[in-house]
DNA sequence: TTTAACATAAGGGTTTTTCCCTATAATGAA
DNA sequence: TTCATTATAGGGAAAAACCCTTATGTTAAA
């Protein structure tokens, strides 16, 4: 008789939680044994328990899912970890999947997508959402010397970093280009060039990384 | 002797909640008598336990300070609420002001100004943190016809509502303008009118209110 | 050491945004 | 009915942002 996957739930919205933890253990083959509401939570709780899998919501207090997908990758290159979102922006993506993720799962999905997708990562294979395989697959097929897809190089500066951040808090090139004493054209130079990296096209993705990165809650 | 005050504490943040707790309950006048991670629980805790004070952050899950504040106030009009924030924005006070919050204490400012805050709204007056006294009487010893102080008329409709929405998420007039099937100068005119009756200068004040509205969460 | 990436900066040209007015039709309150 | 507000939209000028290209000194990697 073969063991039960052991999951690691991280979600900080309470309901959702509960909802998945329930489907989860319903299952003959899987089981939750630990939870967590935060990014911060979710790391100590690895580290406790050690769970073949985690499934964790991409947008967590105290240390959002991507920031602690790339601490735990790290530390535990065994686990899988599955990530729960919302958006359906093919920059996430690629950000998750560069930082280690094994699968990517839909909040609007039926629950069953999850499921599948926790066997099929604990299987060993990685697991895209069916809603957003055809992205993958377009990426794939596309481009062949885009801008992504190099060696995993397209990592912004932390100048540029810094640049988004702030253009994401609604500044404008004049004002941080006064703050970080720059010249206005070096600060839109970093503005492209992480927008390219990043294949981002407007200003709504910025402010959609931001969230993601967790940057637009306190200051 | 007097009864002590009964605090319930609504912050999400573990650390932060834990320290205002320990220092309530080090005073002999005061006490905590429950806790809440988010507005709605905050809502749901205040039902149960009827405090004297709700100490609440503004940035919450579930259901951001402001929101909570608005519905706590009219189901309990004699209760007193005191918010934190982070904020030094006049335009957040105006809001919360407003929607009828007692008193308004900066997080980063000493622990005996909360402490004090709470004494001074339980005696029944209000309270502004001693860093924010300055702007509140600048506001009142400024514009005597000023777009803001009328007699709190200064609500922007939903249209408006709707435009400023959109720009906190990155849109460009031009794709709003789409979006809304308006043209361009409307998008403008809706904008620049919401912006003056809220007293806001550029966009990083509006991607503030927006963060205070709990619109950049999740889609 | 050559190469590559990075941070910095600028020029030129196009598009967008912003600011300040004006204007009209609809609605609702005084 | 008059007045205020709202939603709509245009004109025109100035400012800002955007796009594309080029360039230099620095640093890190091959």
Redesign the interface.
């Known amino acids: 008789m073969q063991e039960r996957t052991r999951v690691l739930l991280a979600e900080?919205?309470n309901t959702v939680r509960e909802g998945i933890k329930m489907l989860v253990n319903a299952q003959p083959d899987m089981q939750v044994v630990g939870e967590a509401?935060d990014g911060q939570t979710a790391i100590a709780k690895t580290r406790e328990l050690l769970p073949d899998l985690l499934v964790m919501d991409i947008?967590m207090?105290?240390l959002n899912g991507l920031k602690a997908t790339e601490k735990l990758r790290m530390e535990f290159p065994n686990m899988k970890i599955l990530t729960l979102t919302?958006?359906t922006d093919d920059g996430y993506l690629q950000q998750l999947i560069r930082a280690g993720v094994n699968g990517y799962v839909l909040k609007q999905s039926a629950p069953t997508e999850l499921i599948t997708a926790i066997r099929t990562v604990t299987a060993g294979k990685s697991y895209v959402d069916s809603e957003l395989t055809h992205k993958v697959l377009g990426a794939f097929a596309g481009r062949t010397a885009g801008p992504l897809r190099g060696e995993g190089k397209a990592e912004v500066s932390e100048r540029e970093n810094e640049v988004l951040r702030l253009i994401?808090?609604?500044?404008?090139n004049k004002?941080i280009a006064t703050r970080l004493e720059l010249s206005v054209k070096t600060v839109e130079a970093h503005k492209s060039n992480a927008m390219r990296k990043l294949n981002m096209r407007?200003?709504?993705?910025?402010?959609?990384f931001a969230?993601l990165q967790g940057w637009?809650?306190?200051?």
Chains 1, 2 share one sequence.
């Open positions: 900080d919205h509401a947008s207090p105290e919302r958006h994401a808090w609604g500044y404008s004002e407007s200003r709504i993705d910025i402010v959609r969230i637009l809650e306190e200051e």
